[in-house]
């Protein structure tokens, strides 16, 4: 299988310390003034913060940084991140740059730890007995933290051959997800968008089908309408949210967003260029697109994430 035989698995092992613990039954449930609840900030479906979680954060913005390396030319496949072999250099490089980052922060945030619990428990002092006691020292906690990648090339046992749709249709996953994201913060701009820009917000998910495509008709069907898409951009204009173009770029994102109205894109049903004629297969396929403007978009913001993920 080609996408086997020219891509690399690299298996990220990541770990953060919650900053967590499981929250009493008995304990935690009635400790407040009059058997009062604790605060959300405190305890949220059933865990319960014993630890600052702003000082956590840089460890969580290094784990998506690490995330989003990988899917770039790459993604996820049995328990890692199947990379085309081509990017394999590039992405340790890169990688390691982020372990440096991950220990640095590691440093600072030893450094600190004293100084972050007694904040957190006098931010929270009507229940400092339940914070206080249930944070590990920090040499427990520190082994909580662990940032480790690993590179595998895989073969086929003959006889086993992976279908290549499965690889194909998670990436296909991916690319619906990054193409969601950019129609929501399209819809979010009040301003107009250089053509340019918009242009530079389309093109990771042109280049992640190119690279992931290993001659996968559904992935080049989907391919082939984005490079329609891209071309049909003008050069140096400035698109209002009313200019044709933006909107039929909306439209088409809104479709690869969902997976139902992408088979239709991959089946040939609809098409960059149906969609500018609005054809009656598009103004079908696209009712909801026009519903979608009048929902709020923290509604929108709601829907499943979840994908194949094999």
Not at 1 to 20: D, N, P, Y
Not at 88 to 98: A, G, P, S, T
Not at 195 to 202: D, E, P, R, Y
Not at 268 to 282: E, K, L, M, Q, Y
Request: proline fraction near 4%.
């Amino acid at each position: 299988m080609e996408f086997i035989q020219a891509t690399t698995l690299i298996h990220l092992k990541i770990r953060v310390w919650s900053g967590e613990k499981k929250a009493d039954r008995d304990i935690d449930l009635k400790v407040g003034k009059d058997g009062n609840v604790p605060p959300k900030k405190l305890l949220d479906i059933g865990r319960k913060k014993i630890f600052s979680p702003k000082s956590l954060d840089p460890f969580t913005a290094i784990r998506k940084a690490a995330d989003r390396i990988c899917l770039t030319d790459g993604t996820r496949f049995m328990g890692g991140y199947s990379v085309v072999d081509e990017s394999v250099k590039d992405k340790i490089k890169q990688l390691e740059h982020l372990k440096k980052r991950f220990e640095e922060a590691l440093e600072i945030f030893s450094a600190n730890f004293e100084i972050n619990k007694d904040a957190w428990i006098s931010e929270n002092q009507e229940y400092e007995h339940i914070i206080r006691n249930q944070i590990p020292d920090l040499e427990t906690v520190k082994q909580a933290f662990v940032f480790e990648f690993t590179p595998y090339k895989l073969g086929v046992v003959p006889g086993f051959e992976p279908d290549a749709n499965d690889f194909a249709n998670q990436v296909l996953h991916e690319v619906g997800l990054m193409a969601s994201d950019i129609w929501k913060r399209l819809l979010k701009r009040k301003s107009v968008i250089g053509s340019k820009s918009l242009k530079k917000q389309l093109l990771p998910i042109i280049e992640k089908l190119d690279v992931l495509s290993f001659g996968n008709g559904r992935v080049l069907n989907v391919l082939n309408e984005f490079n329609v898409l891209m071309n049909m951009i003008p050069e140096n204009e400035r698109l209002e949210q009313n200019h044709p173009i933006f909107n039929q770029a909306l439209r088409f994102l809104s479709m690869t967003g969902d997976a139902e109205k992408l088979e239709l894109i991959i089946n040939g049903d609809v098409s960059i260029t149906s969609i500018v004629s609005n054809t009656p297969a598009v103004k079908c396929a696209t009712q909801s697109f026009n519903n979608s403007i009048q929902t709020p978009l923290s509604q929108l913001e709601q829907s499943s994430d979840t994908g194949f993920y094999f």
